[in-house]
């Protein structure tokens, strides 16, 4: 930060950077009557801390200005709607801050860390810190807004429409329109399903047991549901996913806890490192070597989930029906007159049993409490506070002494005997030390490519965090907007430190960074995928793969109904087989068949025929190459082995943000000469169209840059265009070619 003694001469700045989120901008006095046109940041004892418009810190000491100036800076700091501590460690703050003052707010907490940032700079032997990163300019900023909320660069029109825009508030409205389109939608749950290691296949070679899972996320990130109710629905969730509700949705909540049937100790590990910022997965083994948590601690909270069961078995064993009768599974009991009616039809009951059979067993995941809970200590326990084969009793973990004394602990552990309630109940209350933190962190990644405590499935220590008033302070700022992630990434979006060029400087595993702007950082593979999306089709976001309404009456089977035949199951399995084909057959359509602007009614007379149910053809897709083109979040959850979003690093869903970044050769044999690489320059990709729209060489070279840089071509780029084009009729294709392979391409800056 740049420390001044006295106001600034009479130079009067200018707003340089519009569309900032600062607080106000005005002209402040000083006593020998000197101006400045700065905005208000901080007050803080005697000192004053105002920021000029070209980002710059300036502290002096409140004497120094005019005593109307004096009482308006006493004035705003009291007004400041920054969140604190109170006594009793819950968050006090104002619950009307806007979003300017509450970028402002952030913006000054980072200001703060700034300065305290370089003694351990220092240490490290790197050179201090004394501002903010420069104001990114309008192309870098539309390109990483769009690549940040919808994950997608912008095509050509979108680039060309910001940055000819004037109007002074125009980063704040896109950032508002951005926010509220369905890429905003396609790009969350990119991310939350990734986090979450949300998959198709559970684990039985089905591919659809995860559709209703995965079509709740889709829907309760689409209605903007806060993310503790988001928590809260799936760890108190029953029953099956296909379960259909009076309002006509499914259950597909149940897909949290269904992802790790049978796996009690795995998914408490994992519901607390998502949820609640705790990695003690190595507790189910034994005492934790780095943290203070214990083996028996784990069992007490693994217990809450103890009397939890995953399976109709289970659930089933032992119990009778309405009518008395003991409960059967009739999936199993019908197989063998299944298997002889396939068999007699003239079928090959070989190749198709598996099917068969993990169809069947799709219907045999549902969630139930037993009366009892039965977690008790392993066979191999080894500590004094207990004994193998110990039954646990829940208890759930403090992070400090105070805790206990939180509103979230004085609950009653049982609520209507009903353990997992409680349990959810804990981990989303306002007052729990890390649930708003660790999501409030987890955002703050999101959008500046490291958390203020990292990794962030681990807050082990708040306190030791890069700045630990800053992490304090947007985890109030989450419980004071409900846990609604959408108003709150506007927050962070709209602030100063957003809004900086890029750090470009290596930030090792471990080392703090204090957010002086984004972290340079590559695409994810679903950001690059989507980007590639964007310039061939323009417009991804309308293509759909189908919704669970049009598997559900195939698919969902009650195992436990008596009445349950033979014929049912068979003709039910062949109605879902059916469906799958009929999907299928929707994505033949090539860039060329769907005409100029990719409309669904030019895929239906392209085809000339009517394929499937008026629902089918509403979610018809194009191809090519042999893949699907639609968005990441519209494909198969992860990609099938070899796909283009595999080979740039997409999660295989396994672990907890389990994605990767690191370049690899098939990721470059891609870029330069594969399926993805070759429908870039195809006629009808809408690169080249957009292309067509300009006459001149010059034009159509600028056209190029703008679509996939989004940015316009140096006078050194266009001369180097000049000579390319000059090469024959693949010119254009070839400049594709280069800038797609560029690094500047591959990287949000």
């Not at 629905?233 to 269904?258: H, R």
């Not at 349990?423 to 729990?432: D, E, I, L, V, Y």
């Not at 708040?462 to 700022?477: C, V």
Request: proline content about 5%.
């Amino acid at each position: 930060m740049k420390q001044t003694t006295k106001l600034l001469g009479s130079v009067l700045f200018t707003a340089l950077f519009a569309g900032s989120a600062l607080a106000e901008i005005r002209t402040w006095t000083d006593v020998r009557g000197r101006q400045v046109t700065a905005s208000f940041v901080s007050l803080e004892a005697d000192n004053i801390t105002l920021q000029t418009a070209d980002g710059n810190m300036h502290r002096f000491p409140l004497s120094n200005l005019s005593a109307e100036d004096q009482a308006l800076a006493k004035k705003m700091q009291s007004a400041a709607p920054v969140a604190t501590a109170g006594a009793d460690g819950q968050p006090v703050y104002l619950a009307n801050a806007t979003v300017a003052q509450a970028a402002s707010n952030i913006d000054r907490l980072v200001a703060k860390g700034l300065v305290r940032a370089n003694p351990e700079r220092t240490k490290l032997g790197k050179p201090p810190i004394t501002n903010f990163n420069a104001p990114c300019n309008d192309e870098q900023f539309v390109r990483r807004v769009y690549l940040d909320i919808v994950g997608r660069i912008p095509n050509y029109d979108e680039a060309t429409a910001f940055i000819n825009n004037q109007a002074k508030d125009k980063r704040a409205k896109l950032i508002d329109m951005l926010l509220d389109s369905e890429g905003y939608n396609s790009h969350m749950f990119n991310y939350i399903s990734e986090m979450l290691r949300v998959k198709d296949d559970f684990g039985g070679g089905d591919n659809v047991r995860g559709v209703p899972y995965i079509n709740w996320l889709q829907q309760q990130i689409a209605k903007n549901t806060p993310w503790d109710k988001i928590t809260f629905e799936m760890l108190t969730a029953t029953g099956k996913m296909w379960d259909k509700k009076p309002d006509g949705t499914y259950n597909g909540a149940a897909g949290y806890l269904l992802r790790d049937s049978g796996m009690t100790l795995d998914n408490l590990a994992n519901t607390l490192a998502i949820f609640l910022g705790t990695d003690v997965a190595c507790a189910q083994c034994h005492d934790h070597p780095f943290a203070d948590w214990t083996q028996r601690q784990f069992y007490e909270m693994a217990s809450f989930f103890g009397a939890t069961s995953t399976r109709y078995q289970r659930r089933a064993q032992g119990r009778k029906g309405k009518d008395g009768m003991e409960m059967v599974d009739m999936g199993q009991k019908l197989m063998p007159e299944i298997e002889a009616m396939i068999t007699k039809n003239g079928g090959d009951i070989t190749r198709i049993r598996n099917g068969l059979q993990n169809y069947i067993g799709a219907n045999r995941y549902a969630i139930s409490d037993l009366p009892t809970n039965g977690l008790k200590l392993p066979h191999d326990y080894k500590y004094k506070d207990g004994k193998p084969g110990d039954a646990v009793e829940p208890k759930f973990v403090t992070w400090s002494k105070d805790d206990k004394n939180l509103p979230a602990y004085k609950q009653k552990l049982k609520v209507e005997e009903n353990l997992r309630l409680s349990f959810a109940n804990w981990t989303t209350h306002p007052s729990n030390p890390r649930f708003a933190m660790t999501i409030a962190n987890r955002m703050w990644k999101r959008a500046f490519g490291q958390g203020i405590a990292d990794p962030v499935t681990n807050l082990d220590d708040p306190d030791a965090s890069a700045n630990p008033e800053l992490l304090k302070h947007i985890a109030a700022e989450m419980i004071r907007l409900k846990f609604n992630l959408k108003d709150f990434m506007r927050v962070i979006y709209n602030t100063r430190a957003y809004q900086s060029e890029a750090t470009t400087e290596h930030i090792a595993m471990g080392e703090p960074y204090y957010f002086q702007g984004p972290l340079l950082r590559r695409m994810t593979a679903e950001q690059t995928w989507d980007s590639y999306m964007t310039l061939v089709l323009g417009t991804p976001d309308k293509y759909k793969k189908p919704l669970e309404d049009l598997y559900s009456k195939s698919i969902d089977l009650d195992l436990y109904n008596p009445k349950l035949d033979a014929q049912t199951v068979l003709m039910k399995y062949d109605a879902y087989r059916k469906m799958g084909e009929k999907e299928r057959a929707l994505m033949g359509g090539g860039l060329a068949e769907a005409g100029g602007d990719m409309m669904m009614e030019g895929t239906k007379k392209a085809k000339g025929k009517d394929e499937g149910s008026s629902m089918m053809m509403e979610n018809a897709s194009l191809s090519y190459g042999g893949m699907v083109l639609r968005r990441a979040a519209e494909l198969d959850m992860p990609a099938r082995p070899g796909h283009f979003l595999v080979e740039f690093g997409q999660s295989p869903r396994n672990l907890i943000d389990g994605s990767s970044k690191l370049g690899s050769v098939p990721q470059v044999l891609m870029m330069m000469n594969g399926a993805a690489q070759e429908m870039l320059t195809n006629n009808d990709s809408l690169v080249f169209r957009t292309m067509e729209k300009v006459k001149s060489p010059p034009e159509k070279v600028e056209a190029l840059f703008m679509s996939v840089l989004n940015r316009r071509p140096t006078l050194a780029e266009k001369d180097i265009a000049k000579r390319a084009l000059a090469t024959g009729d693949d010119g254009y294709a070839n400049m594709i070619w280069a800038l797609i392979n560029t690094r500047e391409f591959i990287f949000v800056q």
